[in-house]
């Protein structure tokens, strides 16, 4: 079974307008992190906002918000008055294990999302 | 801060060469973590060095091996090249301790293997 799952091969926004990316993930573990990277043409993966099991709140990085619904498994990106250069290939990852200090990293297929003016 | 620094960028070998790709973490960094891109196969995890040693491993052959030195730089060898190997790897640097929240990739090594 896949550990991360994302649904939408690719995605279309306007400009200014908001988009959510979903997510969804499976593991037995308690303690687990889950990350959204961004990958542009040039192929470097940009970092963009981390949520941890055990957190209560909702992570939140500048116009990035991920929207984290435990019971459901899901770890939903929202990009906030989306911009041109937010267009790129949008990665889920997950990382299991907290305590163990292990970086392994499954990653989902990814999201392309195009923004258009 | 310095960034995680990957070379070559870009590389070019024939079937049955041996690729030795370098990975300098942030420093402070202690685990270096590889991964393959392709677009078949998406990102998968090669290995994990942390201080030294191999701390995790993911399902690939033998041909492909690491190693990581006292100053956290790593370097991953893939020997008798094949033209599936051909792919964007890239590598991860973290603290490598529990609770770590930030993993920061680099720019990548792009492998052609014709």
């Known amino acids: 079974a896949q550990k991360i799952t994302q649904t939408q091969p690719g995605m279309f926004v306007q400009e200014k307008e908001a988009v959510t990316l979903d997510c969804t993930y499976d593991?037995?573990?308690?303690?687990?992190?889950l990350f959204w990277y961004k990958q542009p043409s040039s192929g470097e993966m940009i970092f963009l906002i981390y949520?941890?099991?055990?957190?209560?709140q909702n992570a939140t990085e500048g116009r990035y918000s991920l929207n984290f619904q435990k019971a459901r498994k899901s770890a939903n990106l929202v990009i906030s008055a989306s911009q041109l250069g937010d267009s790129a290939m949008y990665f889920c990852?997950?990382?299991?294990?907290?305590?163990?200090?292990?970086?392994?990293?499954?990653f989902g297929k990814g999201t392309m999302l195009l923004v258009s003016p | 801060k310095a960034g995680v620094t990957q070379t070559p960028r870009y590389l070019i070998k024939t079937r049955g060469q041996q690729v030795t790709l370098s990975c300098s973490p942030i420093?402070?960094?202690?685990?270096v973590s590889w991964y393959q891109q392709t677009p078949g196969q998406g990102l998968q995890f090669l290995f994990e060095?942390?201080?030294?040693?191999?701390?995790n491993k993911g399902n690939f052959p033998g041909r492909f091996s690491g190693r990581q030195f006292s100053n956290s730089r790593s370097e991953m060898n893939v020997s008798t090249l094949e033209l599936g190997d051909s792919a964007l790897y890239l590598c991860?640097?973290?603290?490598?301790?529990?609770?770590?929240?930030?993993?920061?990739f680099g720019p990548g090594t792009r492998l052609t293997v014709l």
């Open positions: 060095y942390f201080s030294e040693t191999q701390r």
């Open positions: 420093s402070g960094h202690r685990s």
């Open positions: 949520q941890g099991s055990y957190d209560q």
């Open positions: 990852a997950m990382r299991e294990g907290r305590g163990s200090g292990y970086s392994t990293l499954t």
């Open positions: 593991t037995s573990d308690p303690s687990y992190g």
């Open positions: 991860a640097s973290s603290s490598g301790l529990a609770g770590e929240n930030e993993q920061f």
